[in-house]
């Protein structure tokens, strides 16, 4: 498909462990977007991606969470010794140019439980 | 704080009858606004936009209003279909402090059409 993908869709695991959340933005966007939706909240922005190079990480939680993109494509959300309150669905969206807000596109997702 | 709120989580409309949703935010630096339909399982995707120098957009059967005065948009839907049933999000972005690629989103309104 040529949209953008993610993976897993569904993801449970204990509390303490860790977890990477895998997104495939559409082939040629430069920019990609993390975000997250907690039960009952909005869309929480975590991180961009321009390129390789992630300018503005200050959207993160914690320190226990860290993203990285390689060759310009995929990009791995980490969440070092999940706690609770990690629990969300975690969105990744990319664009062709950045700082073009409409032009985000979105992937399914990532549920995230942690027990 | 919330920057941007939907006051309604959720509302029923008859199809073929009007759909009002609305959004309120308290940023005096968003100078532009959007609209994304979620459906269940799937990523929000794009609907409409409006920036901040008019005070009306429209297309097809989706219009968005903004009244900056009053820090307020809302979108309306005529006639509402029951494709329509949805979540959504209104967000918000702002264009200062070079933080043009990160969008704030309201919590969602579920939209339900009944046929």
């Known amino acids: 498909g040529a949209g953008v993908s993610q993976s897993p869709s569904n993801k449970v695991t204990e509390k303490g462990k860790d977890v990477e959340l895998r997104c495939d933005p559409i082939s040629g966007h430069t920019a990609l977007y993390w975000y997250r939706q907690s039960l009952g909240q909005g869309l929480e922005f975590l991180i961009y991606f321009q390129g390789n190079s992630a300018p503005d990480k200050s959207g993160l939680p914690s320190d226990r969470f860290s993203a990285e993109r390689t060759g310009g494509s995929v990009s791995t959300l980490t969440i070092q010794r999940t706690q609770q309150e990690d629990s969300a669905v975690y969105l990744c969206?990319?664009?062709?140019?950045?700082?073009?807000?409409?032009?985000?596109?979105f992937g399914p997702g990532t549920r995230l439980t942690v027990l | 704080d919330q920057q941007v709120k939907q006051n309604s989580p959720s509302l029923s409309v008859q199809e073929g009858r009007i759909s009002i949703l609305n959004c309120d935010y308290t940023?005096?630096?968003?100078?532009?606004f959007l609209w994304y339909k979620k459906y269940p399982a799937e990523g929000p995707t794009f609907l409409i936009s409006?920036?901040?120098?008019?005070d009306k957009n429209e297309d097809g059967r989706f219009t968005v209003f903004l009244n900056k005065s009053a820090k307020h948009l809302s979108l309306h839907i005529v006639p509402s279909q029951p494709g329509d049933s949805a979540v959504y999000f209104c967000a918000a972005r702002s264009n200062s402090g070079g933080s043009n690629y990160k969008l704030t989103f309201g919590k969602g309104t579920l939209l339900t059409v009944n046929p």
């Open positions: 969206a990319s664009s062709l140019v950045f700082g073009g807000a409409r032009e985000q596109f």
């Open positions: 409006i920036s901040s120098i008019k």
């Open positions: 940023n005096s630096m968003f100078d532009y």
